[in-house]
């Protein structure tokens, strides 16, 4: 009889960590997942405990800190999520040696480039998520030999409807259905990856054994007023959207000018290419309607 092998997954209340957790269990592992209610990762006697008793073959890290303008205020909160629990759960993972998975972001870039970044590209974060972040990823390698570190970028996922920090793509709509204008950047690039085959990218990755940093990011280059264009092409809904720019838009974090990220190395080692980003976006909306259905379901 075959060993189900147990993978544990923290952060899966968030629209990534939804999706991480079940995927993992469509491939076959017993998954158990840890919203932050029920384990908050900066409490390192949390995470011991859990992974000490779970014993699992698998970590997953889906949990951030990812409110980027805010981190410019509180950049020791934005530490504590992407850094230090980070070191936690590498710690953690060292003792029963479980391998780890954990989640990093194009934001570790400076965006001064114009090609999609690889991962040989140096990391230059620009600000304090960015830093964060990067810290995180230091963390992991720092302590275990084998971790994978999967940077992504603009990630949209349909749980995204009911998370605390939603995605583009929800705020979008919410504007557009509240009759706001809508001024989106057409000078900011970056690469918009759906989370359903994110997820699937990385159980694929963490069942080859693979090690080290990948970016899977969406495959596309493309504008956020553009992404928000396809974003109402798709759903067929009618918004007030005009481009707008980086220095007409103020906000208190910088962010990177050009962030998308390449995925050769992905699809150079045999794992495929991501959808394209139209076909992710009308799975995306096909998908909004049965978590919309089933939350009215609940109701
Ligand atoms: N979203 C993006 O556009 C984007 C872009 C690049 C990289 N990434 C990376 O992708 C990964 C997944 O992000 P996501 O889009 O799924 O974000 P998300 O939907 O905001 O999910 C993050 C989850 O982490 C939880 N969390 C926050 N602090 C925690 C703590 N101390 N202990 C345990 N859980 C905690 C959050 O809980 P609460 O909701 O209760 O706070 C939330 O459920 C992250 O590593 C992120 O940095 C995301």
């Not at 963490?206 to 974003?231: C, K, Q, T």
């Amino acid at each position: 009889m075959a060993i189900t092998k147990k993978a544990l997954v923290f952060g899966s209340g968030g629209q990534l960590g939804f999706e991480v957790t079940r995927r993992l269990a469509q491939a076959g592992w017993r998954t158990v997942g840890f919203s932050r209610q029920t384990a908050d990762i900066r409490q390192a006697d949390v995470v011991n405990s859990f992974v000490e008793s779970e014993c699992p073959a698998l970590v997953v890290n889906c949990a951030a800190y990812n409110l980027v303008d805010r981190a410019e205020a509180e950049p020791a909160a934005a530490y504590l999520v992407n850094g230090l629990a980070t070191r936690n759960l590498a710690l953690a993972c060292a003792k029963v040696n479980a391998r780890l998975v954990h989640f990093s972001t194009d934001y570790v870039f400076d965006g001064q480039t114009r090609e999609p970044y690889t991962e040989e590209d140096r990391p230059h974060p620009i600000n304090a998520y960015g830093v964060s972040k990067l810290s995180g990823e230091l963390y992991a390698f720092a302590y275990l030999k084998d971790a994978l570190v999967i940077r992504t970028c603009g990630v949209f996922g349909p749980e995204g409807i009911h998370t605390a920090h939603g995605n583009f793509v929800e705020t979008m709509l919410r504007n557009a259905h509240a009759g706001r204008p809508l001024r989106v950047v057409s000078d900011t690039f970056a690469s918009p990856t759906f989370a359903p085959a994110l997820a699937e990218k990385a159980v694929s990755l963490a069942d080859a054994g693979a090690s080290g940093v990948y970016h899977v990011g969406g495959g596309e280059s493309i504008s956020w007023y553009h992404f928000a264009r396809l974003i109402f092409d798709v759903s067929q809904i009618a918004a007030d959207l005009q481009p707008t720019t980086r220095a007409d838009y103020a906000s208190a974090a910088a962010r990177p000018q050009f962030s998308a990220l390449s995925n050769a190395r992905l699809e150079a080692e045999g794992f495929g290419p991501m959808p394209g980003l139209r076909e992710a976006m009308t799975e995306y909306f096909d998908r909004r309607e049965t978590v919309l259905r089933k939350g009215n379901l609940s109701r």
